[in-house]
């Protein structure tokens, strides 16, 4: 896993992500790719290793949306 923080907007796990949103924390595949792009700067060093550990890997959560409605009200 890697912190990453974008140099310019970019897809990241298949969302349009923008620098402005800070650091994110990706699977080193994504951090790589970004990176050899050149659409990012690693910053995990700048981490303790144990936030590396702990912090969520950003993703796209798919499935039933479970936002109420209208029609369930």
Do not use: C, Q, W
């Not at 896993?1 to 970019?10: D, N, V």
């Not at 595949?29 to 936030?51: C, I, N, W, Y």
């Amino acid at each position: 896993m890697k912190f990453i923080k974008l140099t310019e907007s970019a897809y990241v796990n298949g969302v349009l992500r923008h620098p402005h949103e800070g650091v994110l924390h990706v699977s080193n595949e994504e951090g790589k790719r970004l990176l050899d792009a050149e659409m990012a700067e690693d910053v995990t060093s700048d981490f303790p290793a144990e936030d590396n550990k702990e912090a969520p890997k950003e993703s796209v959560a798919t499935g039933r949306n479970t936002a109420p409605n209208k029609k369930d009200a």
